[in-house]
């Protein structure tokens, strides 16, 4: 930040906060989808969700580093935020695609 100072904005700080968003907001999901429920009596009923799995828990893990990659390589170019896209129509393509 101190190295590109001259270039740094306002509209950084908004997208810096709004990226941390897109970390907190899916990780908070997956931790909930990972929590195992017990029973009154301590026995375990649900070990929570595989998180090996795809669907929405592969697409929240592709969120989470796609948002990484895009704060660490906005602070070269800011052209690195239409990576962004990227997440955009794998959504669009994968999860909201239903065949005829």
Same mark, same amino acid.
């Given at each position: 930040? $101190?190295?590109?100072?001259?270039?740094?904005?306002?509209?950084?700080? =908004?997208?810096?906060? !709004?990226?941390?968003?897109? /970390?907190?907001?899916?990780?908070?999901?997956?931790?909930?989808?990972?929590?195992?429920?017990?029973?009154?009596?301590?026995? $375990?009923?649900?070990?929570?969700?595989?998180?090996?799995?795809?669907? =929405?828990?592969?697409? !929240?893990?592709?969120?989470? /580093?796609?948002?990484?990659?895009?704060?660490?390589?906005?602070?070269?170019?800011?052209?690195?935020?239409?990576?962004?896209? $990227?997440?955009?129509?794998?959504?669009?393509?994968?999860?909201?695609?239903?065949?005829?």
């Amino acid at each position: 930040m $101190l190295i590109f100072y001259s270039s740094f904005t306002w509209k950084n700080w =908004v997208a810096l906060l !709004l990226t941390s968003l897109a /970390y907190y907001f899916p990780y908070q999901q997956l931790a909930q989808m990972a929590n195992p429920s017990c029973g009154d009596d301590g026995e $375990l009923l649900d070990g929570g969700f595989d998180m090996t799995t795809g669907g =929405v828990c592969g697409y !929240l893990h592709d969120v989470i /580093y796609i948002t990484g990659f895009v704060q660490v390589m906005s602070i070269i170019s800011g052209k690195f935020w239409y990576t962004y896209l $990227l997440v955009r129509s794998h959504f669009l393509l994968h999860c909201m695609y239903i065949p005829a």
